[in-house]
């Protein structure tokens, strides 16, 4: 509607560190007016030849109208010896209308699919607008033509990494379970056998820890695309968080905004997922989808959407394998970032392993090593045993956490501890997973990386009065006693006696 | 999952004048670090003894870790004299998880609605989740009962007006006509009969005027409460803007959302216009609901919304009539802010008046007078009529423009006109709405009141050679060019010839 020319102003960038969650601009209520434009506003700044941004206008009289300050989220784009950028009124969505379309039921196609994945990666829409998108997708569910240009459009608009001629591996969860560390170890055995596995993970946001969390406590995790292509070289796999590699923008604030109702609409999953192995390179990838009480998905939806997995990724050349698996209680026994670790090294270095966090390692490393063929047929278990009691795997782990950036860390635990003991003798019923993960974040997990707690017993276990059943760790007395009030409150733990 | 004691801090509000379009605290880092929040997290902000509001934070180094900066937002609820206020973590809002259950197409109950209708004015709901709240209204709808309840809970947490014993009336379109611009005549006529009715327009948003934008070429619309009232008591109306009445503070938040992708689920829009209605008193009330080609529904959309309208207006005690009317064209030749005005005072002063829109003013004002009483069943018309031929009208309009701060305003055009004429005789076929009020946007519409268009003929009417189909006005020559260039692509007046 209105024109670039006769809007648009050049202004000097004035150095304030604001940090906003967002891209913001702020400008003067007169530089506002001369444009056309009212605080909340969309404009597109332009810097440097063709590089633009579109970010929210705030009005501030700090700023002269011949000035503009950009907020901190800029300044992974913007060269700092940028002086100048221009800026002018963003021109209205064209994605709007195509959200409207699919709130009416009505199919997408594919250059509608990709518009509104290009809006929302160039910062076009606000969040009340993706939030529509992601409503429409939730109520409408998307067909299955849909969901592969979905799947087009977000793995086409990042980055990408490339692997020359090696066939590359994963594996991936859809989460949910507390504990459950078991890539580390599934990792290292792949990569001893010789196989490659550039693996990123992600951080927990309401869990109790992502796997890059985890990983964190004993190795840098945020690695460039050239020191993890470095890594990878060098040792055959990365444990790596996938959050700063850029691989599909999109999809991160798609997650934000989901995040928000803790709604993750089915399309959308399978998508999010199958791109960034996509924009990774992958082409074998096992996807383990734990079901049950507690979990995300019962064992017939784990089913259901396993089968679209392997059809979708069909379209794009990935062989998938799916593995539906037992997930009614936390795997492990530690819940937390040090805690994990410490049950991922006890399995590596072969002593005292919870046997539970032990077995679906194996499976889920066995089954990769048949389906690259790295292992014959039949074969994936024993080989996959053998790797981990040689110690070639904790070997491999090490090599890789030494490529990335070895800390010294004794894997402490909280300061404070609570230990919760049996006053008469009974059996395990159930453990809830959420409620679980609920109690870890009280106690200050992910971002303190030795609190979380220690599941001594799991289902269908029986103690004695006086056994120990878990143990809290926190690193204030207020965290320990609001994770007590909520365990008191709530039950995690369901016995018979 | 914060405690409030242990994370609260009082800050010292340091003087910036930000101007966010929704309430923002600038905090430094290392106050959020302690307060265990981030950038674009929500914090509770306490002033004064029981008053709070909820703010979303953004980082600032300018500000010390001791100081705070609150957005302009703060301005109308924070006493300037007010030196410190204390923050703590926001805690989860209570109505996300009810969201959630409204998406599942589940019914909410009072309770339910009163809880989101609360958080929403209350700033709880970041625009994103109330995007949610409106996309599940809008695709699973909302039943009797609902409504009722949503009716109900956004009448309820804002102001309300009151005037003792007086019944009042009003009127009400749901508006997507172009021109259109009755209700200053209809008020006026009814306010000559004796009839009360404070009046409160909105702005335009997306069309090219609202009747407060065109009240506004002659007279003060941002009038308080109290001056509100003053106006009344002396001459029985008011025309003013209702934006800064705090009648329904929910609501306008919701509007502010829908508008992101213009679309007003059927029960928000009931909801939303019978709230403001109970908020100002009213219980006589006549809504003209306009279907057609071009319109916002259908002629049996028009008849199943008016029976909606009716009955839940019941439940609240109100007498509302329904007059659905022909929404298929344009109503009067201006359209634009001061072109509009020009015709209303054409009609009020008996001088070469647009024929449609004097009638339809005269029907809706004919039935307001016999719904109220005011006139005898079958005496509206006659009684409407004289009121306007006889100048006690415009005499009343004089009356209560005066009231309100009368202006001095010839009225003007815009500087650059371009006359569109007809190159061979033929027919008006169709004239559509939306285009027409886009092109008046083009032309600088509502902001510049001088902007606009003027339709010399209407549907059905014929043209020779020569004649002037529509004159454009602006501004600027490039608004002008920008106008002709959309009408020239886009055809809103389709001919036979």
Redesign the interface.
Known sequence: ?K?EN?LQKTLKIKR???????P?V?LN?KTAEAM?I???DRVVVVFEAHKRMIA?V?????VSPSEIVL??EFSAFINGSVKRVTVYPASYPKS?PL??KK?HGKELDKLELRTIIEDITQNAL???????F???V???GMTFKETVNLTDAISSTGARLSWGKRDIADKHSIGGIAGNRTTPIVVSICAAAGMTMPKTSSRAITSAAGTADVMETLTKVDLTSSDLQKVVKKTGACLAWGGSLGLAPADDKLIR?ER????DPEAQLIASILAKKISAGSKHILIDIPYGFGAKVTESQAKGLGKRFVDIGRRFGLNIKIMTTDGSQPIGNGIGPNLEMRDVLSVLRRHNPPLDLEKKAILLASTLLEMTGTAQKGNGLVMAKSILDSGAAYKKFDEIITAQGKKHNSLKTGRFEYHLTAKSPGTIKSIDNKKVNHAA??LGCPEEKSAGLYLYKHKNEKFSIGDRIVTFYAESQ?KLE?AKDFWKGSRPIEITH
Chains 1, 2 share one sequence.
Request: no cysteine; glycine share 4%; hydrophobic share 50%.
């Open positions: 509607m024109t006769s304030f560190m604001i940090e906003s969650g967002r913001i702020f209520e056309q009212s605080a909340g929210m705030d009005l501030m009289n700090q907020s901190k709007l959200i409207v709130m606000m969040e009340a607008e993706v939030a529509y992601v409503s429409a939730y109520e409408e905004v928000l109702l803790n709604i974040n009280l207020s609001e």
